[in-house]
């Protein structure tokens, strides 16, 4: 298979038992058998062609914010929509379209150097595009859903393209069409957003930044928060109100600095983490019997 995949890509953007640990932000994960990064829509349209005929499992990442990984790591090929080539096209009035390897970051300096706002409350969530519309990611009173007009996805069986319209696209909180159709890549999409002032686009970037910092702990690895909302429930209410902050297993420990983060402070397993995550799931059933289920996607 290796020669095929050689065909298709140079072989600076294949890796064989890559770790998982070196993509994802928890840095955190063993290896992948191969890891390739993808640069256009005929590379990706070849390899899944390569998958099928091996009949070997493809998984997409983005920019891994959202994942941990087991430590036994990940059997088949781990594709990276790769960014470098990746465009980002303003085609009218307040509509602009972003490839999915774009990071969110990189999208909200565009549409910021561009006087588009609306976007602002995602800069600072360190995904990718097509990582982030998966999720419906959201912050600070904003979420995808609310500036997406459609998506574009190849189907991984059928290899042909779909551009479906926000509507169709089953958006809820932490939630889309696209976590239960488990087929589609997310390609491109559609945003649409107002006019807005430079100055204050950067400045509300800023402000949300600012309070990032200093509630979570952003200069730690981590995926973010562990675990979902539910209806009136908020975990890390919960769990601070447990006395779990600072609680650790092995390299892991729940963030004293904000409840809802598992972060990695000493070359933390998967397993610890997992360790810790059912430590807390354990704690809040017993105290509050809700069961809360785990937002981060664990991968194996
Ligand atoms: C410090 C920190 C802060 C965070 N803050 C927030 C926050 O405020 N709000 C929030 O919502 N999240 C937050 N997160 C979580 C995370 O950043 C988001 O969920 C982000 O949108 C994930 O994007 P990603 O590209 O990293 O996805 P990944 O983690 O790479 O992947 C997540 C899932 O999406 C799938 N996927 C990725 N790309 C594609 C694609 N092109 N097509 C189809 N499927 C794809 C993957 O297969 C996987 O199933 C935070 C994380 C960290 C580390």
Same mark, same amino acid.
Request: charge should be positive.
């Given at each position: 298979?290796?020669?095929? &995949?050689?065909?298709?890509?140079?072989? /600076?953007?294949?890796?064989?038992?890559?770790?998982?640990?070196?993509?994802?932000?928890?840095?955190?994960?063993?290896?992948?058998?191969?890891?390739?990064?993808?640069?256009?829509? !005929?590379?990706?349209?070849?390899?899944? $062609?390569?998958?099928?005929?091996?009949?070997?499992?493809?998984?997409?990442?983005?920019?891994? =914010?959202?994942? &941990?990984?087991? #430590?036994?790591?990940?059997?088949?090929?781990?594709?990276?929509?790769?960014?470098?080539?990746?465009?980002?096209?303003?085609?009218?009035?307040?509509?602009?379209?972003? +490839?999915?390897?774009?990071?969110?970051?990189?999208?909200?300096?565009?549409?910021? *150097?561009? !006087?588009?706002?609306?976007? /602002?409350?995602?800069?600072?969530?360190?995904?990718?595009?097509?990582?982030?519309?998966?999720?419906?990611?959201?912050?600070? =009173?904003? %979420?995808?859903? #609310?500036?997406?007009?459609?998506?574009?996805?190849?189907?991984?069986?059928?290899?042909?393209?779909?551009?479906?319209?926000?509507? *169709?696209?089953?958006?809820?909180?932490?939630?889309?069409?696209?976590?239960?159709?488990?087929?589609?890549?997310?390609? =491109?999409?559609?945003? +649409?957003? $107002?006019?807005?002032?430079? +100055? #204050? @686009?950067?400045?509300?970037?800023?402000?949300?930044?600012?309070?990032?910092?200093?509630?979570?702990? @952003?200069? $730690?690895?981590?995926?973010?928060?562990?675990?979902?909302?539910?209806?009136?429930?908020?975990?890390?209410?919960?769990?601070?109100?447990?006395?779990?902050?600072?609680?650790?297993?092995?390299?892991? %420990?729940?963030?004293?600095?904000?409840?809802?983060?598992? @972060?990695?402070?000493?070359?933390?397993?998967?397993?610890?983490?997992? /360790?810790?995550?059912?430590?807390?799931?354990?704690?809040?059933? !017993?105290?509050?019997?809700? !069961?809360?289920?785990?937002?981060? *996607?664990?991968? +194996?």
């Amino acid at each position: 298979m290796l020669d095929k &995949l050689l065909k298709i890509i140079p072989k /600076e953007r294949v890796r064989l038992s890559e770790p998982m640990s070196k993509h994802t932000t928890f840095k955190i994960g063993g290896p992948a058998d191969y890891f390739l990064t993808v640069n256009s829509l !005929e590379e990706l349209r070849s390899i899944l $062609k390569v998958a099928k005929e091996y009949n070997i499992a493809l998984h997409i990442i983005g920019n891994g =914010s959202n994942i &941990l990984v087991k #430590d036994k790591g990940v059997s088949g090929i781990v594709v990276k929509l790769g960014m470098n080539d990746a465009k980002i096209v303003n085609i009218n009035e307040g509509v602009v379209e972003a +490839e999915a390897g774009i990071s969110n970051a990189k999208f909200a300096a565009y549409l910021q *150097e561009n !006087e588009l706002s609306g976007f /602002e409350f995602a800069a600072g969530i360190p995904g990718t595009i097509g990582g982030s519309i998966r999720m419906n990611a959201g912050a600070f =009173s904003g %979420e995808f859903k #609310d500036v997406i007009k459609d998506v574009t996805f190849i189907d991984m069986e059928s290899l042909k393209l779909f551009t479906v319209p926000k509507s *169709e696209l089953n958006f809820g909180y932490r939630h889309s069409i696209f976590m239960d159709y488990k087929n589609a890549i997310i390609l =491109s999409a559609r945003f +649409e957003f $107002k006019r807005g002032k430079k +100055e #204050d @686009i950067k400045n509300r970037i800023l402000e949300i930044f600012n309070e990032r910092k200093s509630k979570q702990p @952003i200069d $730690k690895p981590s995926a973010g928060s562990t675990f979902r909302r539910e209806k009136d429930f908020i975990p890390a209410k919960a769990i601070d109100g447990s006395g779990l902050m600072g609680v650790r297993v092995g390299g892991a %420990e729940v963030s004293t600095k904000h409840a809802g983060f598992i @972060i990695n402070i000493n070359h933390a397993t998967a397993k610890d983490v997992l /360790e810790l995550i059912n430590i807390i799931k354990k704690t809040i059933k !017993e105290k509050y019997s809700v !069961e809360i289920q785990p937002e981060i *996607e664990i991968w +194996e």
